[in-house]
Nanobody, 115 residues
Framework: QVQLAESGGGLVQAGESLTLSCAAS????????MGWYRQAPGKQRELVAE???????NSGYSVKGRYAISRDDVRDTVSVTLSRLKPEDTAVYYC?????????WGKGTLVTVSS
């Protein structure tokens, strides 16, 4: 089993930055991809950003140019910083990791961006 512990959500003002962190634990071995998704009310879950074991990154269109993602393979953590936050970034953010081709999800952390 793999457990994911998320941190960093909360209430922020539009224009500010926010960093979300996720620590993986359990039966990990080599983690393939690590990243974050989000789901706003009434919308489908969408990719925020992810980073592979080789360091390749990918992001959703809505955060392009506003994100930075990093992972620490010693501590098995992944962090994403979103800048210039907008009210439409309000959502529940979920940590996501792929371990031996299996997907694992965190419980989610709420980010609310006020205008």
């Amino acid at each position: 089993q793999v457990q994911l512990a998320e941190s960093g959500g909360g209430l922020v003002q539009a224009g500010e930055s926010l960093t979300l962190s996720c620590a993986a634990s359990g039966d990990l071995g080599s983690i393939d991809a690590m990243g974050w998704y989000r789901q706003a009310p009434g919308k489908q879950r969408e990719l925020v950003a992810e980073i592979t074991s080789g360091g390749r990154t990918n992001s959703g269109y809505s955060v392009k140019g506003r994100y930075a993602i990093s992972r620490d393979d010693v501590r098995d953590t992944v962090s994403v910083t979103l800048s210039r936050l907008k009210p439409e970034d309000t959502a529940v953010y979920y940590c996501h990791v792929v371990v031996r081709s299996r997907d694992y999800w965190g419980k989610g952390t709420l980010v609310t961006v006020s205008s």
